[in-house]
Structures are given as C-alpha cells and as structure tokens.
C-alpha cells in the first residue's frame, strides 16, 4: 500500500494546489498526493501563472473540500494554513503524522504591501522549500534495485 498524504488548508485554491504539485513532481506516483481545503474556493489563476513559471502546470486542477476525506486514514496530513486560520483547518487523529506550515496566505501578504502574484510567488517558494524539505525527511533509498521507502 501506498502512503497517502494530505495537503490541507482553507479552499484549496493555492496554497495546498501548489504543494501538491511540488511533491507529485518530486516522487511522481510512489505515494498518494492528496489536497483538499474546509471548503472547496475556486482555483487562484496567479498560482497558476506562478507554477506555470517553474514549469509546473496546474491549470487542470480543481478545487477540492476536504468532507469526501474525513473518514480516510492517512500517513501525513500537511496543514498549509496561516495562524489565523488555523481554527477552520479539520483535524485528523488518525493520522500517524502531522505537521503545519505556517504559509503566510496571498491575501495575508497583500496587507503588507506586496501585489497578489507577487505574494503567490513568495508563497510558492515558501512551499517548494518546505516539500522539498519533507522528501529529504521522510523518503528513504532502499538498499538494490532502486527501490524506495516512505517514514
């Protein structure tokens, strides 16, 4: 069995998009990629265009909420959600790892002064090092046949 990993935030229309996205291009179909928001909001085209930069197209995906996912089990559950909103974000007790990263939203960096792409981007690479960084810690090569382990 594959491990299943879930990347959850408010609407999923971002954040966890783009995450997603990152860790599909990095260990393509050795794990279940899974991301879903409180509720489903539309796709940000800026996180399209800002992936579209890095060679990553996302233009197909759709917005997911997360209600579909409650009662499935899963290895990792990723929050990407800001502290404020961090009270919207379910929680899954079953989850045998959980971590949040505290992405700062688009929205929340716009109030500091930077455009909306501008602060997509910013997020983007936020994320890009944070997936990077959970591959590096939870992939593992196995001894022969290039074979590889989840922990």
């Not at 796709?43 to 992936?51: E, I, Q, R, S, Y």
């Not at 060679?55 to 917005?63: L, Q, V, Y």
């Not at 990723?78 to 992405?103: M, N, Y």
Request: glycine share 6%; aromatic share 6%.
């Amino acid at each position: 069995m594959r491990p299943k990993v879930l990347f959850l935030c408010t609407e999923n229309s971002c954040r966890t998009q783009m995450a997603e996205a990152f860790l599909r291009e990095m260990v393509g179909d050795e794990i279940e990629i899974i991301s879903a928001g409180a509720k489903a909001g539309e796709l940000d085209p800026d996180a399209v265009a800002a992936m579209q930069e890095v060679g990553i197209d996302i233009s197909s995906a759709r917005t997911k909420a997360v209600d579909p996912y409650l009662r499935q089990r899963f290895h990792y559950v990723i929050t990407l959600c800001d502290r404020e909103q961090e009270r919207s974000c379910p929680v899954f007790p079953g989850a045998i790892w959980r971590q949040k990263w505290h992405i700062d939203s688009p929205v929340a960096l716009e109030t500091a002064g930077l455009d909306h792409g501008a602060a997509v981007r910013h997020a983007r690479d936020a994320i890009r090092h944070h997936v990077g960084e959970f591959v590096k810690e939870h992939h593992h090569s196995k001894p022969g046949k290039g074979k590889s382990a989840w922990m």
